[in-house]
């Protein structure tokens, strides 16, 4: 990436990989535009024991551009997370910040897990997933009401 | 009148931005450096407030500013508006 916040990145990488938050670890970071990161199920939660990868795509904008997330593998049975790998969060879209890190979102996305109670797929599931195709997340247009998970 | 010079001072001078928080949370990098745009700290790369106290480099801010709708503090999400008396 010729991005001219490369440094930032560089800095977030070296943070991940010296000072990871629990339960998070970046498996793929070699090249700045992608990284996977491996998120475990928290300890009580109805994930614990499963594991999931995360995969982050930056663009030349970030952090002034939001960087696209999603679940790649099997992602977790969620009511926000579709099942192919989209991920209905507020902060990835519309309420992105540049004060936002790669860890930061990745907590968020961990928190939205354990805080769950069922394992269940969104409503509209099959609807939304045969609707974006191999869209990106961020091309859709998201609908944010439910803040309980 | 016949001065005799008997050391010579080596003046020594450093400054820095009086800014709490040590790197602008936007692109990271010190305040007491610049933002990504710039080469020479300083005057031309000022941190600038808004009135919730959050700081940044003006340059990065306005990037964020003008790229958004809406007119937001990247760290709280109150509304931006620039703090008017310099700190």
Redesign the interface.
């Given at each position: 990436m010729t991005s001219?916040?490369a440094?930032?990145l560089q800095?977030?990488l070296l943070d991940l990989k010296t000072n990871p938050p629990p339960c998070i670890s970046i498996t793929e970071g070699d090249n700045l535009d992608k990284w996977v990161i491996a998120v475990d199920g928290t300890e009580g939660s109805i994930y614990q024991g499963e594991h999931f990868k995360l995969q982050f795509k930056f663009s030349s904008?970030y952090?002034?551009?939001s960087p696209e997330v999603i679940f790649i593998g099997t992602p977790p049975i969620h009511p926000h997370i579709y099942s192919n790998g989209h991920i209905c969060l507020s902060i990835l879209y519309d309420?992105w910040?540049?004060?936002l890190t790669v860890s930061s979102v990745c907590l968020s996305i961990l928190s939205m897990l354990s805080g769950c109670t069922e394992k269940i797929r969104p409503t509209d599931d099959s609807k939304y997933v045969s609707r974006v195709l191999n869209k990106s997340p961020k091309e859709v247009r998201w609908m944010f009401h439910d803040d309980t998970v | 009148m016949k001065v005799t010079i008997k050391s010579i001072w080596n003046t020594v001078s450093a400054w820095h931005w009086d800014v709490n928080e040590e790197c602008c949370g936007i692109c990271r990098m010190a305040f007491d450096g610049c933002c990504v745009d710039c080469k020479i700290p300083g005057d031309d790369c000022p941190p600038v407030w808004g009135v919730c106290n959050h700081a940044f480099h003006m340059h990065c801010i306005l990037k964020w500013l003008n790229a958004n709708e809406l007119q937001q503090c990247p760290m709280c999400r109150s509304e931006w508006r620039f703090k008017s008396d310099e700190k």
């Open positions: 001219r916040y440094k930032r800095k977030e904008g952090p002034l551009d309420n910040s540049p004060a | -």
